[in-house]
């Protein structure tokens, strides 16, 4: 079993910045993926960014790409993800979540998840 907690979401204006914090226990093993995805209100839950475990490998949805900033902190068990320039359609629920193996792009295959924190951006 694996548990997600996250923090640090909030409202904040265009422009602006936020740092998401995941904390995880349990098993995970090196080479397992952690992510980040978010949900609109309305729209279908999409991935942000992935790292394996370990930081072999790191992705991000074209939309975040050169703002956002995945990463990892092994010691503390914790990923991060690091918002700059952010825009109102960056609004959305931001939830981690947990897969054992390689990283995959659909929330499908994510077998453990966060309660998610809400991250709001206003004009």
């Known amino acids: 079993q694996v548990q997600l907690v996250e923090s640090g979401g909030g409202l904040v204006q265009t422009g602006g910045s936020l740092r998401l914090s995941c904390v995880a226990s349990g098993f995970i093993n090196t080479g397992d993926c952690l992510g980040w995805f978010r949900q609109a209100p309305g729209k279908e839950r999409e991935a942000v960014a992935t790292?394996?475990?370990?930081?072999?490998?790191?992705d991000y949805v074209d939309s975040v790409k050169g703002r956002f900033t995945i990463s990892q902190d092994s010691g503390k068990n914790t990923v991060y993800l690091q918002m700059n320039s952010l825009k109102t359609e960056d609004t959305a629920m931001y939830y981690c979540?947990?897969?054992?193996?390689?990283?995959?792009?659909?929330?499908?295959?994510?077998?453990?998840w966060g309660q998610g924190t809400q991250v709001t951006v206003s004009s």
């Open positions: 790292i394996t475990v370990g930081g072999s490998r790191i």
């Open positions: 979540a947990a897969k054992a193996f390689w990283c995959s792009w659909s929330p499908a295959d994510f077998s453990y």
